[in-house]
């Protein structure tokens, strides 16, 4: 599919009829009691569900209806969202503040798949960085299986952490290579906990930077880098880089027989896919890495050739865009019933906030609607111990995720039974609510409380790529209708910089800078 120009790129909310039209059916549809709406509509739980293999989404729970999703359809064709979902797969240059195509999705591609960035294939160089990355982690595995290598570190920090962090543990089940472990913080007891118990005889360290610049991973790396040298470690195997700066790769000390590098059209927030999951793949081995791939391809099969109605990503974005903006409810919680999963949250944290947290839209203008949700959740049951209190009684309302499976994630069957019952329970009640005796005010459960229940068969490499470029898309379908550029982070920056010209302040070696009076009197309470 070609790349092309359309209204997509300067569409607006706020001269939207069809929002007009959304925000007119969100006064009437503010009281559906979706309690009456399950029993009275027979089609509601098929309207609003969807299948996709191994996978089955149910949104019947939401505040919405047919009405509401053939509105929502409409909106998502006045945005251009299909000519912005072809413009993306096309490599159009959509991260514009970057003059940049997007194009991770080519991480999990095969060669078929063609994709092109500037007019040129892209898939010979991803299939030749990804043998070469599945030929080391075979490497890997063989010197794990003579003892020769026991852990493998992966220091990196935002994208280049989370993804794989969370895939790790994830996939915990299907682990057959040495241990990984993640440093991502700047604070030195992260790394020095980490290393501790560690043999840097039998480690391996892999510095993940999409830049090689970020102060956190250049600061870990050196230490890492020193740990494996007074350890006697040889450094030209045991030390690895993935990143798209390979000078400054060599510079660092890396060998280029030991680097693994990627594009600038790869997000690093969407970079697991490729090198920057370098980790995964050691963890779970050659096969179930690219059994993650193909999970993650068959939802961008499935984005790109679906009608919208049918569209998963699109119509979770649609729902996302009608909670928060026409029923004003501003976070989104996320409930993984599977404690191998329990990094999920913290993950679309990255993905979805640093994509979509934005108030300037892309036509340079502030947006006067709301953009990203704050993501948050913890897993299920433990957040049911926490703070599902406030979801259930509190005084706002925050939509839910369950993300749950048909499989047992243990070996203890029973347990799993529990689990889901728990799962399932709490959607339930956040629907049905409970009217308490007159004397019992305090146990009255409103209900008619918003959820989404994601059940996959099981938990697998590939089910985890689906789940997590399910998000990906409807992520970018959501900053389409709401004008904002997804691919950028400009916000992170200003603090970054500050940080940097505090670094001699409070270390002494200049004089105090001008500040506020509250941030002045911080430094001085800290500067050596
Ligand atoms: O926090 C900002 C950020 O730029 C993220 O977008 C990125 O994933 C992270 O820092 C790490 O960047 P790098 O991979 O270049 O070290």
Redesign the pocket.
């Known amino acids: 599919m070609s790349a092309s120009t359309s209204d997509w790129r300067s569409f607006r909310l706020d001269q939207s009829s069809a929002e007009a039209d959304l925000q007119q059916l969100g006064k009437a549809k503010a009281a559906l009691d979706v309690r009456v709406a399950l029993s009275q509509d027979s089609a509601r739980l098929e309207t609003l569900s969807w299948a996709l293999p191994g996978l089955y989404v149910d949104a019947s729970k939401q505040r919405w209806d047919s009405e509401v999703v053939n509105a929502l359809l409409q909106l998502a064709k006045e945005a251009g969202v299909p000519q912005a979902i072809a413009d993306q797969f096309g490599g159009a240059p959509i991260n514009h503040t970057e003059g940049r195509a997007v194009m991770h999705m080519a991480l999990r591609g095969q060669a078929s798949d063609a994709y092109e960035v500037d007019g040129q294939d892209v898939m010979p160089g991803v299939l030749d960085v990804r043998g070469r990355m599945l030929d080391f982690v075979d490497r890997v595995h063989d010197a794990h299986a003579h003892g020769r290598v026991t852990d493998v570190v992966n220091i990196?920090?935002?994208?280049?952490d989370l993804g794989p962090a969370m895939a790790c543990k994830a996939l915990r089940k299907f682990r057959s290579g040495p241990r990984t472990h993640f440093v991502s913080n700047v604070d030195g007891a992260h790394i020095e906990a980490v290393l501790a118990g560690l043999n840097p005889a039998t480690t391996y360290v892999v510095v993940?930077?999409?830049?090689f610049t970020?102060q956190e991973?250049m600061a870990n790396a050196a230490i890492a880098k020193a740990w494996l040298e007074a350890g006697g470690a040889t450094l030209s195997e045991q030390l690895v880089a993935v990143s798209t700066n390979l000078v400054a790769t060599q510079a660092f000390g890396v060998l280029p027989a030991q680097t693994f590098g990627f594009e600038n059209w790869v997000g690093?927030?969407y970079s697991m896919w490729g090198p920057v999951g370098l980790c995964i793949a050691v963890a779970v081995g050659r096969s179930n890495f690219e059994l993650f791939l193909e999970g993650a391809r068959e939802v961008d099969t499935h984005v790109r050739h679906t009608a919208l109605k049918d569209n998963v990503p699109v119509m979770l974005a649609l729902l996302g865009h009608w909670n928060q903006n026409v029923m004003g409810w501003r976070s989104h919680a996320v409930i993984p019933y599977a404690e191998d999963l329990s990094r999920l949250p913290a993950y679309l944290q990255q993905a979805d906030m640093?994509s979509n947290g934005k108030s300037v839209g892309r036509t340079g203008e502030k947006i006067s609607w709301n953009s990203g949700a704050v993501v948050w959740g913890e897993p299920g049951t433990n957040s049911q111990h926490a703070f599902f209190q406030l979801l259930h009684q509190g005084t706002e309302i925050h939509p839910v995720d369950f993300v749950a499976f048909k499989a047992p994630t243990s070996g203890h069957d029973h347990m799993h039974e529990l689990l889901l019952s728990n799962a399932i329970a709490q959607s339930e009640a956040l629907l049905t609510g409970k009217t308490p005796a007159a004397d019992e005010p305090h146990r009255l459960f409103e209900g008619n409380r918003p959820s989404t229940f994601m059940l996959f068969d099981a938990l697998t490499p590939k089910a985890l790529g689906q789940l997590i470029a399910m998000h990906e898309h409807r992520i970018f379908v959501q900053g389409v209708l709401w004008g904002i550029a997804s691919y950028d982070?400009w916000g992170?920056e200003l603090g970054k910089a500050l940080a940097n010209a505090l670094i001699p302040e409070i270390r002494g070696e200049v004089a105090e800078g001008a500040h506020d009076p509250s941030t002045s009197k911080l430094v001085s309470l800290v500067r050596r």
């Open positions: 990196g920090i935002g994208g280049s993940v930077s999409k830049t970020t991973t690093g927030r640093e982070q992170v």
